[in-house]
């Protein structure tokens, strides 16, 4: 028998879980708070819907044995996406959605099983808000849900964003059958590669300007004007931006705007955010998100103007972040009380004043060997973290 869970996986002990429920409840408050429904999507889907029509590579789904092609979910994106355009379909727009559950992505080395990384997800969805109105609203809620969060001053939480938009702009200088070299290595950062790119001196330079270009919104939308001209785009990005400065300043969170920001997987056409928190040996994604209507529209082809944007936590990462020192995680033997008695006779009256405490919604558990003395039974509630409420003698 196997004593080892398999590769990538791992077991959550109490405190994990505690931990993990009391983000989820409290970014659920938050997002019930902006009118947001709960729903769960299941952890198994067609592959079809998984794969998201080629924006999520078939490798990195864990596939199941079955009759027809299925596997575990990657994100909760394609599925939530998916339940709206079908079930939920008759529902009024826009449609406010949260969720929490677990995603499984396949980790693949070549000549080896894949390894499964499983994480736990919090986060919601927005349906039929067109930008820039759905654009602002998840931003504000995003700020607003860290702010609900014991984030300190040391995490430097940073919200990251970027726009496809930005990017086509850029590549529409560049000639067209180097844009999606230019593209790649833009996104992914690398100037070796660009600098071999076989690219005039002209288009070479805007574009090593452009991976450079992060900072203060303001300041690098007023860089991108003078690079690539006046854009909608840009003025449309600026006024966003602008309205939620303040909101981010009062909530601890610098904004930095990247033109050449991608997230891990190829869902998003419009905006696209990343909270960014320093841990203790590198930086920590703790949230990811954007705008995918091209999604959409692959669910509800007939249906005119279909949208959508969301964002989600990564619950275990933010609790690694926040860690036990911050006080929020609770204890689950916090104010819990031990029950213990002195010979088995008294055991069904151990179990009455027990049930008496859950009546009464006070936490207690009973020892259940009897107890020789009170010393004995005070000792077992103190090696356990516990108070003695009472043994029956």
Known sequence: MALQPASGARDLLPQDVGANRWICERLAQVYQLWGYSEITPPSIERLDTLEAGGAICSEQVLQVVADEPLGLRPEMTASIAR???????????PLRLHYSGSIFLAER?????????EQLQSGVELMGSASPAGDA???????????????????????????????????????????QSCRRALCQGNHHDLKQLPLPPDQLLLLERVIKLRGAPAQVLKQLSELLGEDPLLKQLEQ?????????????????????FQPQFA???????????????????????????????????????????????????????LGSASGHSPDSNKHCWLVAFQNSALLNPAL?????????????????????????AEKLASSRGLKLLDWLS
């Not at 339940?83 to 727009?93: D, M």
């Not at 909530?251 to 930095?256: A, E, F, K, P």
């Not at 040996?281 to 954007?290: I, L």
């Open 83 to 93: 339940a709206a355009c079908t079930r939920l379909g008759s529902f009024q727009r």
């Open 137 to 179: 609203e998840l931003l504000r809620l995003l700020i607003d849900a860290a702010g609900h969060l014991p984030l300190a001053p040391h995490h430097a939480p940073c919200l990251l964003i970027g726009h496809q938009g930005l990017l086509e702009l850029v590549l529409a200088k560049v000639e067209k059958s180097m844009q």
């Open 352 to 376: 009455d004043l027990l049930q008496q405490c859950h009546s009464r919604g006070e936490q207690a558990e009973l020892w259940p060997q009897p107890c020789e003395s009170k010393e004995d």
């Open 267 to 321: 869902l998003y056409d419009g905006l696209v955010m990343q909270l960014v928190c320093q841990g203790p040996h590198a930086p920590v994604a703790v949230a990811n998100g954007g705008r995918y209507n091209n999604l959409v529209n692959r669910f509800s082809p007939s249906t005119s103007g279909a949208t959508g944007v969301g964002f989600s936590f990564a619950v275990g990462d933010l609790r690694q972040l």
């Open 240 to 260: 966003l931006l602008a309205a939620l400065a303040p909101i981010a300043v009062a909530n601890g969170i610098r904004l930095q705007l990247d033109p050449s």
């Open 109 to 117: 080395t070549e000549g080896e099983n894949p390894r499964i990384n």
